[in-house]
């Protein structure tokens, strides 16, 4: 089991995240512990899954690696990343039984989102 996954994000973008993961995705934002919070950065809950965006100095977005999570409501989600100007790149049938999509968040790093399709 799979405590947390981690993405880099650069420094002072903590704005930036928040209103990306919590404003459009919906998570909620979790409190880092004292001697980590002094670092950056931010962590966020939700939906089964904990992300943390870490302050990376030489920053450089993840373009392949990319978390994977699961959505019940796929397809407002995609409404309200497409709104606020985010791409939204729907898979094809590769993943058989779900439907997905990608998009980055605001520092670039990939995200995939899917759904079971019997769900959809």
């Not at 999570?69 to 094809?92: I, K, S």
């Not at 993943?95 to 989102?113: A, C």
Request: a negative charge.
């Amino acid at each position: 089991m799979i405590h947390h996954v981690q993405l880099a994000c650069p420094r002072g973008s903590e704005d930036a995240s928040r209103a990306f993961y919590i404003g459009l995705l919906h998570l909620t934002e979790v409190p880092k512990p004292p001697a980590l919070a002094a670092r950056g950065g931010c962590w966020f809950t939700g939906y089964g899954a904990e992300l943390h965006l870490g302050v990376e100095d030489d920053f450089r977005p993840a373009r392949k690696a990319h978390p994977a999570l699961l959505r019940p409501d796929l397809d407002a989600l995609a409404d309200r990343l497409t709104a606020a100007g985010y791409p939204v790149a729907w898979g094809g049938d590769e993943l058989p039984g779900l439907r997905r999509f990608h998009t980055e968040d605001p520092h670039g790093n990939r995200l995939e989102l899917l759904t079971p399709a019997a769900t959809a």
